[in-house]
């Protein structure tokens, strides 16, 4: 079956434009989470959606940063007056439920939206 | 403050010999520790986790909580082992949050 899907894997934007990065998760998923990850660096937490809602955005560095997800499907992290700053690439994973479950967390990557910001 | 150290950014071992991935831990409750791999042009993808302790791909990995510790360990390291490692960290409020260590990047020479 199809994995996590990311658009564009690859994103180019001039300082203070506006981005949106598409995730879409695993069908059936119920959780899903945005993280970032800079050049030699781990993941880094950004927002853990359970449905429609943001359980959790306590990762979110700024205001400029905010994520949807209307549907309880798709979502979109988009990203205000970007800064080069926020280079970096930006994954997606989607859990089939919350935390509750022996295997119910197990997380699924998609393949990353690189973002470079000029 | 919770925090997955991973001391080594780089490992280059010789085929069949045995592999080590170093993985150190600060956290205050009962921690839920995972590895996960990537391998080249490939996605993030889970390979085991300390609750299940099994054996994946010949990887083995213990919970030390006496040295907050969670290696990776592989007795014969394969070519195809070649790849980045990262030890991850359940969040504390919950077991969503993963907390990650920066990654070793394991080489394996034939």
């Known amino acids: 079956g199809a994995g996590v899907s990311q658009t564009p894997s690859n994103k180019v934007t001039e300082k203070g434009k506006y981005v949106e990065l598409r995730c879409d998760p695993i069908?059936?998923?119920?959780?899903l989470y945005w993280y970032r990850q800079s050049l030699g660096q781990g993941p880094e937490f950004l927002i853990y959606?359970?449905?429609?809602?943001?359980?959790?955005d306590s990762g979110l560095p700024n205001d400029r940063f905010f994520a949807v997800r209307p549907e309880g499907s798709v979502s979109t992290l988009k990203i205000q007056r970007t800064e080069r700053g926020d280079s970096a690439v930006y994954l997606c994973?989607?859990?089939?439920?919350?935390?509750?479950?022996?295997?119910?967390?197990?997380?699924?990557f998609g393949p990353g939206t690189r973002l470079t910001v000029t | 403050a919770q925090r997955v150290t991973q001391p080594e950014k780089l490992l280059s071992v010789f085929k069949g010999a045995p592999v080590e991935l170093k993985c150190n831990y600060s956290?205050?409750?009962?921690?839920?520790l995972f590895w996960y791999v990537q391998y080249s042009r490939q996605r993030l993808q889970l390979l085991l986790r300390?609750?299940?302790?099994?054996s994946i791909k010949g990887f083995t990995a213990d919970l030390n909580k006496g040295e907050t510790s969670f290696h990776l360990k592989k007795p014969f390291a394969q070519e195809e082992d070649s790849a980045m490692y990262y030890c991850?960290?359940?969040?504390?409020?919950?077991?969503?949050?993963?907390?990650w260590g920066a990654g070793t990047k394991l080489i394996i020479k034939p």
């Open positions: 991850a960290l359940s969040g504390q409020r919950s077991n969503y949050q993963l907390i």
């Open positions: 956290y205050s409750g009962s921690p839920e």
């Open positions: 300390h609750i299940s302790r099994e």
């Open positions: 069908s059936g998923h119920t959780a």
């Open positions: 959606f359970q449905g429609t809602g943001a359980a959790d």
């Open positions: 994973a989607s859990s089939l439920q919350g935390p509750t479950g022996a295997n119910s967390y197990e997380q699924y």
